[in-house]
């Protein structure tokens, strides 16, 4: 076992802390000396994770492009099945062919469907993980689904963004199902959240305008880890930030306490499809670490 026996500290002002930002500190650590123990430390900032007022875990960077996707029938879907369970059968079947019909985005799913269906065009080709994309253990992307977990209304939700996919086949595009929607993970793109080009891809890829506006605002893009309070039972936040006094941050604490159980029984999305070129390695850290947070991989409901 190898333990660096140097470690220094980092201070750092981050705009993403609180409302008006705040000091961030960093661990760095070497095996080697202080002074590189300095140089890790000093690293570059791939993302930060704070919580929003409803008290969310929410990751805000300009590194990775993250697009959200309001698909409201695809959120009236995730409240039933919530609430009755998954349907299956022939109910199941007609209720999925009802929504599709019912939002915009879905029905130019559909038609997009109909195209490629009748055109003999692929779907979008499915990533291959390697080496180089840094991705090791549990830390490894999923390239595609588990069978049978994707609706006929998501896939037609989805094929916008797929049709996006094939006309950029230069980026990296990953497609996640959440409670309300659809999240997309765009890499390659080297967009910073402020630039005309992320505004140009946000908005071609359907993303809500609210959203739009705020990366260019805050210059970061933003993905929500945990669950929204009210989906998991859990009571309102009931202080604010910064703490007006000891009890406050008491109160904070309870419920970060009482929220934290209450949502281990969800997950925020599960991913549809990955398809592309590999992320590099700091969109891939930060990809692993979104995962992770956000359970993609386990069967649970979305909240």
């Given amino acids: 076992m190898e333990l660096p026996q140097h470690w220094v500290t980092a201070?750092?002002?981050?705009?993403?802390?609180?409302?008006?930002?705040?000091?961030?500190?960093?661990?760095?650590?070497?095996?080697?000396?202080?002074?590189?123990?300095?140089?890790?430390?000093?690293?570059?900032?791939?993302?930060?994770?704070?919580?929003?007022?409803?008290?969310?875990?929410?990751?805000?960077?300009?590194?990775?492009f993250i697009a959200d996707v309001d698909v409201p029938e695809l959120e009236d879907a995730t409240t039933r099945r919530n609430a009755a369970g998954e349907g299956t059968g022939v109910a199941a079947s007609i209720r999925s062919a009802i929504e599709s019909t019912l939002d915009p985005r879905v029905r130019k799913g559909a038609a997009g469907f109909l195209r490629r269906l009748l055109s003999g065009d692929p779907a979008p080709t499915p990533m291959e993980l390697g080496e180089s994309s840094g991705a090791v253990g549990a830390d490894a992307v999923p390239a595609s689904p588990r069978p049978g977990e994707t609706s006929v209304a998501e896939s037609l939700a989805c094929e916008p963004v797929w049709e996006f996919a094939r006309r950029h086949p230069d980026l990296g595009v990953r497609v996640y199902r959440t409670a309300a929607g659809l999240r997309v993970m765009v890499t390659g793109a080297a967009s910073p959240p402020s630039?005309?080009?992320?505004?140009?891809?946000?908005?071609?890829?359907?993303s809500d305008p609210l959203y739009v506006e705020l990366?260019?605002?805050?210059?970061?893009?933003?993905?929500?880890?945990?669950?929204?309070p009210f989906?998991?039972?859990?009571?309102?936040?009931?202080?604010?930030?910064?703490?007006?006094?000891?009890?406050?941050?008491?109160?904070?604490?309870?419920?970060?306490?009482?929220?934290?159980?209450?949502?281990?029984?969800?997950?925020?999305?599960?991913?549809?499809?990955?398809?592309?070129?590999?992320?590099?390695?700091?969109?891939?850290?930060?990809?692993?670490?979104?995962?992770?947070?956000c359970r993609v991989s386990e069967r649970l409901p979305l909240a």
């Fill in 11 to 64: 201070d750092g002002f981050s705009p993403h802390l609180g409302r008006a930002g705040g000091t961030l500190t960093v661990w760095g650590w070497s095996t080697e000396s202080e002074a590189d123990a300095v140089r890790v430390a000093s690293g570059a900032l791939l993302g930060v994770v704070t919580r929003n007022r409803m008290g969310c875990e929410v990751l805000c960077t300009d590194l990775l």
């Fill in 195 to 206: 630039s005309d080009r992320a505004r140009a891809l946000l908005t071609e890829l359907g």
């Fill in 215 to 228: 990366c260019a605002t805050h210059d970061s893009y933003r993905a929500r880890l945990t669950p929204k």
């Fill in 231 to 293: 989906r998991v039972g859990a009571r309102a936040l009931p202080v604010s930030w910064p703490f007006a006094d000891e009890g406050a941050r008491g109160r904070y604490e309870e419920w970060v306490s009482e929220y934290g159980g209450r949502a281990s029984g969800y997950a925020v999305c599960r991913l549809v499809s990955a398809s592309g070129p590999q992320p590099g390695p700091d969109e891939q850290r930060l990809v692993a670490l979104h995962d992770a947070r």
